[in-house]
């Protein structure tokens, strides 16, 4: 079973779930496909096991000896990554287009450190994860590293558990694309409606199971009623409704998932989220 | 002028700060979270104009072509297959950097134009308005960005970026005058404002910060900031009705004591824009 935690954009609770439902399956493994931003690890710790660089893009390189500055590589390039007879790695997606104009064999094609690939030894369980240099390209195939690594460390088929990318972009498609189940965190906000319509096609195109949780309900509770209309008729499963709670953000600052305070109003629900999703899959985790 | 405003992530208020600060300054404002564009919902402009935005892909000719599998060699997206009948195309993965086009030894390869999202052009009172939208099931948002961006002119312009450290927002703030970081005071926070810190230092482009969903005077942002001597532009105290206001698809200046922070907050970034 591998279960994904997403919501179309960001700051919606997705990270605050995903780290709970991680907490309570202590035998899951865990992946945070936010290789932009992971903060999974502040919440839940651990010590690092594993660390490798992931060369996750080609950026051309120009031998200034060979060079004769006849502008062609500058001409056909069309990221203007070449200025000067110099590239801009930062604007190069390393297509190889410069390298065949190139009289002089001048131009090399190098592979690029995208990110680090990381795995991190929790308290409760494997977490795999990755640092991405930042401005890199190719998200994607970064989040992709981040999943084979998770399997490859998947013994007895254990539940992965993965917090996504916000947004539906190519980092998106990675995180989402051979998942059983989506867990859609989506917001009571004119926003948050139309954010969640967009990865609910997403999540239909990839064929993934959806469920979804409405955080913050309580915000706005005529939009909640108009999303649990929305899925009602869609035929999509609302887990829960997670209410507004200020012992978030303190959980947060502690870093601390928000399972772990026992009294807290949005803890409650996302433990009921979580029973439901384990008999839903029956499945000892 | 343009002024570019990213968080490092979503969620911390980027494009409230964008949307509000527009209307107070009364500045254009180009929405390029092209993924997950909310901006139009808080400005409610008439959309006046929408245009297609297509990439180039190529087209193969198979009476020309000899099988010699030349571009599948040179192709680094994996966006071309050989097989024994001929080439495929998954167009998806084509970046659209033309060089199959150019290592085709039989002028086999010409390029059709595709369509990967649309660009929405319009007007809120005396601003315009404009946002990409990526279609669903498209994975390259940079070239709707390019395209966004070069349709901006001469006035004073907001551009609303996408969150994360990734492509995007390098296309989305590149050759801007000034970055606005949106952070709020958590530790989650204070982790992705490090990552946009160093994007934009990297770029060289000056920034200032805003902290959303203040509550102490003296947080850790705060505190952050004046070790590190990033100029802090101004506070969005943390409010219940600031959530109900965005809930409702409202911009936060309906409200008195929130029209002035933006306001304060405006005239800084005007007096910092008079500095550079």
Known sequence: MQLVVISGKGGTGKTTVAASLAYLSEKSIKVDCDVDASNLHILLQGKDIEEENFFGAKVANIDSNKCIKCGACEKVCRYDAIKNYQVDPLKCEGCAACTVVCEQNAILLKDEVTGKTIITQTNKGLLSRADMVIGAEGSGKLVTKVRKNAMAHRKNNEWIILDGTPGIGCAVMASVTGCDAALIVVEPTQSGLEDFLRVLSLINFFGVKPFVCINKYDINEDMTIEIEKYCKEEGIDVLGKIPFDPCVKEAVNALKPIVSYKESKASKEIIKIWNKLKEIYKEDV | ?276
């Open chain 2, 1 to 276: 002028m343009k002024i570019a405003v990213l968080s490092g992530k979503g969620g911390t208020g980027k494009t409230t700060v964008s949307t509000n600060l527009a209307k107070v300054m009364n500045w254009d404002y180009v929405d390029c979270d092209v993924e997950e564009p909310n901006g139009f919902i808080f400005l409610k402009p008439n959309v006046l104009k929408t245009k297609k935005v297509n990439v180039p892909i190529p087209k193969i000719d198979d009476e020309k072509c000899i099988n010699c599998k030349k571009c599948v060699e040179i192709c680094q997206f994996n966006a071309l297959a050989g097989t024994n009948t001929g080439i495929i195309l998954f167009e998806k993965l084509c970046h659209s950097c033309g060089a199959c086009e150019l290592v085709c030894p039989v002028d086999a390869i010409t390029e059709e134009e595709r369509s990967i999202g649309k660009i929405d052009i319009g007007q809120s009172e005396d601003i315009k308005c404009m946002r990409g939208v990526l279609d669903v099931g498209e994975p390259m948002a940079v070239p709707i960005i390019k395209e966004l961006k070069s349709l901006i002119d001469e006035k004073p312009t907001i551009i609303d970026c996408s969150p994360g450290s990734s492509c995007s927002v390098v296309s989305a703030i590149e050759g801007v005058d000034y970055a606005v970081l949106v952070t709020e005071p958590t530790a989650f926070g204070l982790h992705d404002l490090k990552i946009a810190v160093s994007l934009v230092k990297e770029m060289k482009i000056p920034f200032g910060v805003i902290i959303n969903r203040a509550e102490e005077e003296n947080d850790l942002i705060t505190r952050y900031c004046k070790e590190e001597g990033i100029y802090l532009l101004g506070k969005i105290a943390f409010d219940r009705k600031a959530a109900v206001l965005y809930s409702q698809g409202k911009l936060l200046i309906e409200d008195e004591v929130f029209r002035k922070g933006f306001e304060e907050i405006g005239r800084k970034i005007e007096g910092v824009k008079r500095c550079n």
